[in-house]
């Protein structure tokens, strides 16, 4: 890239990436070149979702913050949104914000905002997950939230993460030199490099063998764990 803009924030269909900085929202082509889309008032965040992209930037007297999409060439406000710490996360037709004890929720479609009371007073950050999303709160961990439900993963050092999440649903938190992943409640393997075929594996047949005969459940357990 020639002069690489910093935060880059995602990638369109026709493979630009999306950046938000050194302007509040720009495409960045294989070439480098560099188009600034927006540049009125001080960009803070931009995110890709599908062919949109979404911008929550201050608006000209630097306190009322404004949240738009931008799609075929064009600005659109949807909302005057006013998150703390900035950030917000994208999932299915909503953008989610943090805000002091609760998570605002903003229709994209239609505007309309609700309020999702959290079980914390502050967090750090917002991603999105397929299904949800995962925040960096006040306690010492991750905090999920799926289908209107909190549940916590221990992490340590949370006040500086910063979070990543992939289509799959895991999650990548980084804090100072410290990396954590979450992992899936399945691994999965393929046959090969080029088959697509393979095996998703669990700890399920766990339960069930010990019910059926205890003795041997454990020493299952003991031939695995030397094995």
Not at 148 to 175: C, K, M, N, Q, Y
Not at 195 to 211: F, H, I, K
Request: contains cysteine.
């Amino acid at each position: 890239l020639r002069g690489p803009p910093t935060y880059l924030s995602g990638v369109l269909p026709n493979g630009n990436l999306v950046s938000y900085s050194p302007c509040p929202a720009a495409t960045v082509t294989a070439s480098g070149d560099i188009t600034c889309l927006l540049d009125e008032g001080f960009g803070i965040k931009a995110a890709v979702h599908g062919d949109t992209i979404y911008s929550l930037r201050y608006r000209d007297d630097g306190l009322q913050q404004a949240f738009a999409e931008y799609r075929n060439g064009a600005w659109r406000e949807i909302a005057e949104v006013n998150p703390f710490h900035g950030d917000f996360a994208i999932v299915g037709d909503s953008a989610y914000f943090p805000r002091i004890g609760e998570i605002l929720e903003l229709n994209l479609a239609s505007g309309a905002v609700s309020n999702i009371e959290a079980p914390f007073r502050y967090f750090q950050e917002l991603d999105a997950l397929p299904d949800g999303l995962v925040l960096a709160s006040e306690k010492d961990e991750l905090t999920l939230w799926r289908s209107g439900v909190f549940s916590s993963v221990a992490f340590e050092h949370p006040s500086d993460v910063r979070l990543t999440t992939t289509p799959s649903g895991e999650i990548f938190a980084t804090s100072g030199q410290k990396f954590s992943q979450v992992v899936g409640d399945v691994a999965v393997t393929l046959m090969g490099f080029h088959a697509s075929c393979g095996e998703a594996m669990a700890m399920g047949e766990r339960t069930p063998l010990a019910v059926l005969n205890p003795e041997a459940s454990g020493r299952m357990a003991v031939g695995e764990a030397l094995t």
